[in-house]
């Protein structure tokens, strides 16, 4: 399998099975009651500010240059169908001596979910992923000599159906469930900052690189509640995944994805704030020799200080040839203001291809929300030592992110 094919496996993650517990927010937010879903999970996208109560914004565009619209929205969401329409963009430059020195891309999303029942609702998510350059920003380090995902999710994939699942949760919240169209990276091994689409933009510290996920596609999720403060997720994907072509093949092919994650939290209203958890997972190969069989284990660490800083320590390893690192330690801080804007400062150490050579990887983002409907991120990374080819022992690179959310 080529270095390109690799990537795309695990820049996309996807779809799957996991046995776990709820979305959260930070202590003075509103309780979510959303079942398996993080920060990147249509139910994150969803909430204004990172889910924190009486955000406050610079700024009440676009509501307020198209009232009608948000007003119909709001009624819809007193019916149970909530959804939002939002486009985004990043463009990046490096200082790389070879390959292209930008890339620039777009995604187009609409996503929502109907909540059907008291304790049951249906999620949906179609996107269209284009690049503006010839290069996408998800592989601009590749392209320049680093092995090194910069972009994680702004590619040229096209139209894809990311989810569309049947969610069902207890009436107590002691266990929850879904199936259908899920997108794995939506609740495995998450926490607050894990979001390409609000928060660090390289995959070193986004879903652990270490974990060969697949892309969106068929998939049962399940969780369950170990107590107060414990929880498990387990999950069961089609490991040969295609979101733009959506079918049924896991069932004849049977190439499954798995995993496993067991995890303490100071509550499960704060399930990825507050959060340590371990996670161990195991791909199969693909029956026509295109992908070996792989597996590995990850640790990640967060936990919320003054419901505004959150430093983080997450580690992996695996072994096979698909993830994009054999070994993975990342550690940071993440910020988030009163104001709603956010901020993060990651460091990563990893090892690939199981040779003994190393790639240092270090991100700084500040995301200025300006309103609801307005989010801009400018971002620097930095890589020492990069692994695929550069003749340059450094590499920079920066970039600016904006979403227009409708």
């Not at 927010?25 to 079942?35: E, K, L, M, N």
């Not at 309103?371 to 990069?386: A, C, D, E, K, M």
Request: aromatic share 12%.
């Amino acid at each position: 399998m080529g270095v390109s094919s690799r990537i795309l496996q695990v820049s996309f993650a996807s779809a799957c099975v996991a046995m776990g517990a709820a979305f959260a927010a930070p202590a003075d937010s509103q309780a979510q009651t959303s079942g398996l879903s993080g920060p990147s999970s249509v139910q994150g996208d969803l909430q204004e500010g990172d889910g924190l109560t009486d955000p406050q914004f610079r700024s009440d565009f676009p509501r307020n240059v198209a009232p009608g619209w948000f007003a119909w929205k709001d009624g819809l969401a007193e019916q149970g169908f909530r959804f939002n329409v939002d486009y985004l963009t990043l463009g990046q430059a490096s200082s790389s001596n070879i390959g292209e020195g930008e890339a620039a891309s777009g995604i187009f999303r609409l996503y929502g979910n109907w909540k059907a029942t008291e304790h049951g609702q249906l999620t949906f998510k179609l996107e269209h992923r284009h690049a503006y350059t010839d290069v996408a920003p998800q592989f601009l380090g590749l392209n320049g000599g680093a092995l090194s995902i910069t972009g994680t999710a702004f590619n040229d994939s096209g139209a894809m159906l990311t989810n569309l699942f049947w969610s069902q949760k207890a009436v107590d919240g002691a266990w929850s469930l879904q199936f259908g169209q899920i997108d794995v990276t939506d609740f495995l091994d998450i926490y607050g900052a894990v979001s390409p689409y609000s928060a660090f933009q390289n995959l070193a510290f986004n879903t652990n690189p270490t974990i060969n996920t697949p892309n969106p596609g068929l998939g049962v999720a399940g969780g369950v509640k170990l107590g107060d403060n414990f929880y498990a997720i387990g999950s069961i994907a089609d490991a040969n995944a295609d979101p733009t072509s959506p079918d049924f093949d896991v069932f004849s092919e049977g190439n499954l994805f798995k995993s496993l994650e067991v995890g303490y939290t100071s509550g499960l209203d704060r399930i990825y704030f507050d959060n340590v958890h371990l996670t161990l997972w195991h791909a199969d190969a693909a029956n026509d020799g295109s992908r070996a069989e792989d597996y590995g284990a990850s640790f990640s660490a967060a936990w919320f200080v003054d419901n505004k800083w959150m430093p983080f320590v997450r580690a992996g390893v695996s072994e096979g040839t698909a993830a994009l690192y054999d070994k993975s330690l990342s550690t940071g801080i993440a910020y988030y203001g009163r104001n709603t804007d956010a901020a993060g400062l990651g460091l990563n150490w990893a090892q690939a291809n199981g040779n003994d050579a190393t790639q240092f990887t270090a991100e700084a983002f500040y995301r200025f929300s300006i309103s609801p409907g307005l989010h801009i991120t400018p971002s620097l990374q930095f890589i020492s030592n990069p692994l695929a080819g550069s003749s340059e022992s450094n590499i920079a690179l920066v970039g600016i992110r904006t979403r227009f959310v409708f």
